[in-house]
């Protein structure tokens, strides 16, 4: 693997369709040439990623149907179903391929903000501003409302640890991350620190680490197995989404100020991304609030407030 000093990140090219903030994007090991993503706008949108230096991709489909802002969206393992949630308060199934929406999941009294799927249970875990986390199943049915949580629910990801044990994090205004066991639904630990709201949570692809981040401007990393703390690296800005890459030891963040991928063996940030904003002031440049690498981690898509998804690759300076 390259040392991170060998390797930068080149911004490839835009993605331009929505109407209002890139709020959520996802990305299929099983298609890697499909990119979805959600937006205020109250659409989602599948693109097909052409590679092109003059159009990264191009989009595909427009799914409506929710009736407010879509703050998240994953898709399935094959790629061929999306799952998402809104601000109307449900989450939505999606069949890819037609563009219709095969379930719609009610019961949360708030703004839907997150929703995670762990694929061992076939559980889908959703995160809410009603300040409850519920575990619904395949067909719908909510299986449990998972109360702890004294305010607003921002975030939360299904992850299996590397010991095999499936877990969900959760976290929002409250400034904890909570740690819920998805088997019998017991509340196991509460990881404690953060000074302000927390907007992120990430668990790294082995299952063995987590981050969370937020308005702190701290990016915590949290040992799952021993459910301790084990170091905080200074992001110096409001985080907005974070994001682990799948084949590199490093974590994403989207901040106020940009976008900084920190190194998680030397603890520091290896590099920041500030594309050129056109027609802007600096105070009131655009930013990122969403992210997600591709399944090779050589593409990291970014959802900016300015209804644009910008793609930058990963290259070797060798």
Request: proline share 3%.
């Amino acid at each position: 693997m390259a040392t991170p000093s060998s390797e930068v990140l080149v911004l490839r090219g835009s993605l331009e369709g929505h109407n209002g903030w890139v709020t959520s994007l996802a990305t299929s090991p099983a298609q890697p040439n499909l990119l979805l993503s959600a937006s205020r706008d109250k659409t989602l949108i599948t693109w097909k990623l052409t590679g092109g230096d003059q159009e990264f991709g191009v989009p595909v489909k427009s799914f409506t149907g929710h009736s407010h802002i879509v703050q998240d969206c994953i898709l399935s393992n094959d790629g061929n179903h999306a799952f998402s949630a809104s601000w109307d308060k449900t989450i939505k199934l999606w069949n890819l391929a037609t563009g219709d929406c095969i379930n719609t999941l009610t019961g949360h009294l708030g703004d839907v903000m997150s929703i995670s799927y762990n694929e061992d249970l076939h559980q889908l875990v959703s995160a809410s501003r009603d300040k409850t986390v519920r575990i619904w199943n395949t067909l719908g049915q909510c299986l449990v409302t998972l109360m702890g949580h004294s305010d607003w629910v921002s975030q939360v990801k299904a992850v299996t640890s590397d010991k095999g044990k499936p877990i969900a994090l959760s976290a929002g205004s409250d400034k904890i991350v909570k740690f819920w066991d998805l088997r019998d639904f017991q509340l196991e630990a509460d990881f404690i620190g953060h000074n302000g709201y927390i907007n992120a949570v990430a668990a790294s692809p082995d299952g063995t680490l987590a981050a969370s981040a937020g308005k702190d401007g701290k990016i915590m990393m949290w040992d799952l197995n021993q459910k301790t703390p084990l170091f905080t690296v200074d992001a110096k800005d409001e985080v907005f989404a974070l994001v682990f890459s799948p084949n590199r030891f490093w974590v994403t963040a989207a901040t106020a100020s940009g976008i900084k991928i920190f190194d998680l063996e030397s603890k520091s940030c290896i590099e920041q991304l500030n594309p050129e904003f056109a027609g802007y002031t600096k105070a009131a440049d655009p930013h990122a609030i969403s992210l997600a690498w591709s399944a090779d981690g050589q593409t990291l898509f970014a959802g900016y407030t300015d209804n644009v998804i910008r793609v930058w690759q990963v290259m070797s300076m060798n």
